[in-house]
């Protein structure tokens, strides 16, 4: 259903298929006719379905309908749960307490809902030891597995090892 309805007077066919406000069926007639029913009623005459042949019509509270709609939009954005991606970065030549540190902190994001990107920097002569950053990205998953776990193996992004861990339903 499009956002913006037309309706009352702003429905130029010549003839329309009318619904009720309960939904049943009325019949094909003119908008003039349609209107005149409407407003016997205090309803507005609102086009529902302009492409269909001939364009349906219903007669309703278009005040109270638009009202409906803004309340079911704001009661699906309620429970809709939004996912953060966290970081934390690490070095190949990083202390156990210092990864420890890290890893309770990736634990903290984990326990809340969120996604870890944990990303490990290599700098200049480090690039030619990617085997040891590699053991202290193991170190690190084996750390937090029992709360995450990594979507795929750590990949390369340049100089930088990266792997995302999702928490554990």
Known sequence: MSKELSMN???????LRILSETGEQLGIMSAREAQTLANSKNLDLV???PNANPPVCKL?????YKYEQARKEKEAKKNQKTITVKEVRLRPGIEANDLNTKANNAIKFLKKGDKVKVELRFRGRELGHKDIGKEVMIKFIDLVKEFGEPTKAPAFEGNNMVVIIDPKK
Request: proline share 0%.
């Open 9 to 15: 007077d702003q429905i130029r066919d010549k003839e």
């Open 60 to 64: 309703m509270d278009y005040g109270k």
């Open 47 to 49: 086009k529902i379905s």
